[in-house]
């Protein structure tokens, strides 16, 4: 599998609190996106980034920041996390944005806030 | 209208049946398409890319009806193992990101 790691795993926190969730890829891919996904919902993009520095937003971005200061590195942080932003997130990375290049995720962050 | 919709299923089934599900998609200038593979608590996974002819994996196999603006999965002799939720995937031109189907659960009983 592709060299995508997610930090930390799993992480409970308190209500008013920041967090950021940590993607880390060993891939050289251009290409990174960050999901939440929820029972009833499916995937929901909140933030991609399509090189060093350049991000854009998702259909829910509210309440979400991310930064990309280099190549393998797509931070994710919950300015003040809600109860709301329970949920599990992915990382996905991408070679391509044409032809047959898919994702590959990372493998999860299980976030509850409390 | 979500630009991918899926059956969710779940599609019960016994070992060695066959089962197929299809997905539409709005967008009629997609151009690529996937199903991926979910396993409870864990990650997608590329099951296969569907290509315009259709083609087959093993027991897995994919079509696309571009007229009508569907995809369908079909496994056949199906396995315990194939038990998940299957996620079907549409890129639209000069986009940037996928569009996911909510997915198809799929359970295989003995």
């Known amino acids: 599998d592709a060299g995508i790691t997610q930090s930390p795993r799993h992480k409970v926190t308190e209500t008013g609190t920041p967090v950021t969730l940590r993607c880390h890829q060993t891939e050289n891919h251009r290409y990174m996106y960050w999901y939440r996904q929820d029972p009833g919902h499916g995937l929901r993009l909140i933030h991609y980034?399509?090189?060093?520095?350049?991000?854009d937003k998702g259909e829910v971005s509210d309440g979400y920041s991310v930064s990309r200061s280099k190549t393998e590195d797509f931070l994710l942080t919950l300015e003040s996390a809600t109860s709301s932003q329970t949920s599990v997130y992915f990382c996905?990375?991408?070679?391509?944005?044409?032809?047959?290049?898919?994702?590959?995720f990372g493998s999860g962050t299980r976030l509850t806030v409390v | 209208r979500k630009e991918v919709e899926q059956d969710p299923g779940p599609f019960n089934v016994p070992e060695g049946a066959t089962v197929a599900f299809n997905c539409t998609y709005s967008n009629s200038a997609s151009q690529s398409f996937f199903w991926y593979r979910q396993d409870c608590r864990k990650e997608p996974k590329l099951l296969m890319s569907v290509y315009s002819s259709g083609n087959e994996d093993g027991r897995f196999t994919a079509q696309l009806n571009r007229a009508s603006q569907y995809i369908s999965l079909l496994i056949r002799d199906s396995k315990l193992s194939d038990s998940a939720t299957y996620l079907c995937v549409v890129r639209i031109p000069n986009d940037y990101k996928l569009s996911f189907g909510a997915g198809t659960t799929v359970t295989v009983r003995a």
């Open positions: 996905a990375i991408s070679e391509s944005v044409v032809g047959r290049d898919g994702y590959t």
């Open positions: 980034s399509y090189g060093v520095k350049d991000t």
